[in-house]
């Protein structure tokens, strides 16, 4: 029998997913690797994994797809690593450069700008190698992960784009769910949450793990960790989804 193909996200806010796979030993009875967000909702798309960590604007792309397992990447209020920066004030940016990691960020800040705003700037779209501290002063980034950390003290205003979500809804945000693409055997899934809840119930643990392996190190890993991601997919966040997917099939 084939082993799964498991494609999970290697952003400091996946490590306590990262965290469990490993130390529970699921890693011998999976295929897993690391993408961006974007690489992989492709690989579902196409069949080249089986299960993902996947942005939810890609969700309704996936053929057949079914949501698995108890937890997520989901905030109440500030998540500090999905914001707009500029050096003007951002809601009235003239274009807005988008992070080519992650459609569903691009798709809220778009939400966000028509429902909330009442604003259609420019949306440019970036690549790989894009340098996001060289935009003009009326111009505005949207950027995702980790480099939050690193350019947010470079811009004069910055708004988190899950915090101006609740600020508007008064609900919590979800920006990617573990998604198949085929149903998968309910013992697997079950030891996948079981191992998944490893990491997620032991976060001083992870923190401790990956305190100096990327941009956000220390304690700031574990203030981001316990304070601004909420990991639980609860009924909340299942409804704040599909408000979220609402908006979206109207952009």
Excluded at 15 to 32: D, K, M, Q, T, V
Excluded at 57 to 65: F, K, M, T, V
Excluded at 76 to 98: C, H, N, W, Y
Excluded at 191 to 211: C, I, T
């Amino acid at each position: 029998m084939h082993k799964i193909r498991i494609s999970a996200v290697r952003y400091a806010n996946t490590y306590p997913f990262i965290y469990g796979l490993s130390e529970s030993g699921f890693e011998s009875r999976a295929l897993i690797e690391t993408d961006h967000p974007s690489e992989c909702a492709a690989k579902l798309i196409s069949k080249r994994a089986d299960l993902g960590l996947v942005p939810v604007a890609a969700i309704p792309l996936i053929e057949g797809y079914h949501i698995t397992g108890d937890y997520c990447i989901g905030a109440d209020g500030k998540v500090r690593t999905v914001q707009i920066m500029s050096d003007s004030r951002p809601e009235t940016a003239q274009r807005v450069f988008l992070d080519y990691r992650s459609g569903t960020s691009v798709n809220l800040i778009k939400v966000i700008a028509r429902n909330f705003w009442k604003r259609e700037p420019d949306w440019i779209n970036t690549y790989e190698g894009f340098d996001f501290k060289a935009v003009e002063i009326n111009d505005a980034v949207v950027l995702i992960g980790d480099q939050c950390f690193e350019l947010e003290n470079r811009y004069r205003y910055s708004i988190d784009l899950a915090e101006e979500w609740k600020n508007f809804t008064g609900m919590p945000f979800v920006f990617a769910c573990w998604v198949a693409n085929r149903e998968l055997p309910a013992d697997f899934i079950s030891d996948f949450s079981n191992a998944l809840a490893l990491g997620v119930n032991n976060l001083d643990k992870v923190a401790e793990k990956f305190e100096n392996t990327g941009t956000i190190t220390g304690p700031a890993l574990k203030h981001y960790l316990k304070n601004n991601i909420d990991y639980n997919f609860d009924e909340r966040k299942k409804n704040a989804l599909e408000l979220f997917l609402g908006y979206l099939r109207k952009l």
